[in-house]
């Protein structure tokens, strides 16, 4: 009997945390002072903004706290968004004009229906969700081009330039990473597109060829904010993929790479790492070589093994430098409510907590069939959106993990103290404009009552488990 009234307490508290007519012991009518977005794991609800009122009070109650400190004040936010692989370019492409510009201001754009993407990362040259691989410098067996003379960025005329150009006129503001898969083979030691290392010869080469990449860019109209030495440096088993350990990449740096983007006179940020958190030794390892630290704004970081506080390991170690987190895949094999779950909490909240400037996780787009990708590249890759025909496309798993911050928090943010109680992991920010943003997850297997509580007041809600919630005020 004990029990059934404990049942029956519980479900009156819920129904009271989230009714119309009663808010933290308010009578209606009150003004609703939160907005709730939520989704859940199940896909009852995705990215949809609650109709329930939500206002701040005073009633004292047994609720767990999560408190939002904007006093306590941590790294400004650079954005959220997805890599702009070629692939996503070319199968966006494939959608006829309409749907095209309907998805590109869905995801890019400001009005009430967009999610407002504002990071992309893109390759320079092929990555391996490109149909083929190539760079921007091939030559033919035994030739080598030390000039630069057949540099071109052709491969990409016809897919990516043309939609990152639609994408700039819709937010002239995005930031843009830039990462290699390979260099070109010619410049390697196995004369493979796979594997492979840059030959010490071409080191100076190889640096023109950034700043060429980088200049040309400019000249169509797209600024590269960051560039990455290359993509998962110690993964040489992909197509493209090329290897570059830790003093390779020091010694790259400071006697080639940052001497020539000096020399032309560019802005545009030299990050190391992009691999994975299992080997925070190896950003620490470069940032520790002197003569390579001053060129170097920070590391990148993907989550394919290792923990998500190893951005706070090596920010730790180097205060002053920045951290990225550029990628993480979800698979056409996953499960939404298990990727919605793990995600939020590492991705987006874990990169978020330990220091990174942005959170992205990896394909833009593909087809219904994972393609295009290159022969040994990812053939499990699910895209944020799949592409159906020319008129019809869907929203994946990576799009709600994304827009649950993307949507609320601009670039430019700061990001401010929560706590984390139990399974309700949180990160909180401050817009531009003064407004206050929480993200919440429940990681545990039952619905969880809390309170939000700012500035001594505090709010009542609920998330279901699996659930993701956005609150704003």
Known sequence: MRFLSIIALISSFISCAQSNDVVNNHPNPVANEVDFWLTKGTQSVNLEKQSSVLAFGTTYNMYQNIEVNEAQTYQTIDGFG??????????????????????????????????????LRISIGASDLNASAFSYDDMPSGQTDLNLVNFSLSPDMTDLIPVLKEILVINPNIKIIAAPWSAPVWMKDNNSFIGGSLQPQYYSVYANYFVKYIQKMQENGI???????????????????????????????????????????????????????????????????????????GSAFHLYSGDISALTTVHDAFPNKNIYFTEQWTSSTGDFAGDLKWHTKNVVIGSMINWSKNALEWNLANNATFEPHTSGGCSQC??????????????????????????????????????????????????PNGKKVLLVENDGNATELFNIK???KWVITSLESGSVGTFIW
């Open 82 to 119: 997805f890599s702009l692989t070629g692939g996503s370019a070319q199968v966006i492409n494939q959608l006829n004009a309409q749907k095209k510009q309907e998805l590109l201001q869905e995801l890019f754009g400001f009005n009430a229906n967009s999610i407002s993407i504002s990071y």
């Open 382 to 431: 699910k895209g944020a959106i799949t592409v159906n025909s020319s008129d019809s496309f869907i929203r994946n798993v990576a799009y709600y993990i994304i827009a649950h911050a993307s949507k609320f928090v601009p670039m430019g943010s700061v990001r401010i103290a929560s706590t984390i109680n139990g399974n309700l992991n949180t990160v909180a920010f401050k817009t």
């Open 223 to 297: 600024t590269i904010d960051a560039i990455t030495p290359q993509n998962e440096p110690l993964h040489g088993g992909n197509n493209p993929s090329l290897l570059m350990y830790a003093n390779q990449q020091a010694n790259f740096i400071k006697n080639n790479l940052g001497p020539a983007f000096q020399t032309a006179n560019l802005a545009t940020k030299i990050v190391v790492y992009d691999h994975n958190c299992d080997n925070p030794q190896y950003p620490i390892t470069v940032l520790s070589d002197a003569n390579a630290n001053p060129f170097i704004d």
């Open 454 to 456: 700012h500035n001594g």
